[in-house]
Nanobody, 121 residues
Framework: QVQLVESGGGLVQPGGSLRLSCAASGSFFNIYAMGWYRQAPGEQRELVAT???????DYADSAKGRFTISRDNAKNTVYLQMNSLKPEDTAVYYC???????????????WGQGTQVTVSS
């Protein structure tokens, strides 16, 4: 059973910073990509940032210049450093991973349970 466990959400004032973490655990062969999505009330879930095993990264335009995604492959953990936070960044942030359960098996998507980030004064 694969689990993605997020931590680091909370309440922060505009202009502040937060660091989210997501650790993958369980039985699997390889993690190809890990990343973060977010969903605000009444909105669709949207990409924030992703990173692959080869360290390629992709950011939403809203995250560029403010957020940094990084990954510790040895710990199967992905991080999202969020700086200069704005009220519009308020959302539930979900960790996402694409991984193989065994060699030569297809990539499967997995989601964490979500962590709330609230940016408010």
């Amino acid at each position: 059973q694969v689990q993605l466990v997020e931590s680091g959400g909370g309440l922060v004032q505009p202009g502040g910073s937060l660091r989210l973490s997501c650790a993958a655990s369980g039985s699997f062969f390889n993690i190809y990509a890990m990343g973060w999505y977010r969903q605000a009330p009444g909105e669709q879930r949207e990409l924030v940032a992703t990173t692959t095993t080869g360290s390629a990264t992709d950011y939403a335009d809203s995250a560029k210049g403010r957020f940094t995604i990084s990954r510790d492959n040895a710990k199967n953990t992905v991080y999202l450093q969020m700086n200069s936070l704005k009220p519009e960044d308020t959302a539930v942030y979900y960790c996402h991973a694409k991984l193989q359960l065994a060699p030569f098996r297809p990539l499967n998507p997995y989601w964490g349970q979500g962590t709330q980030v609230t940016v408010s004064s």
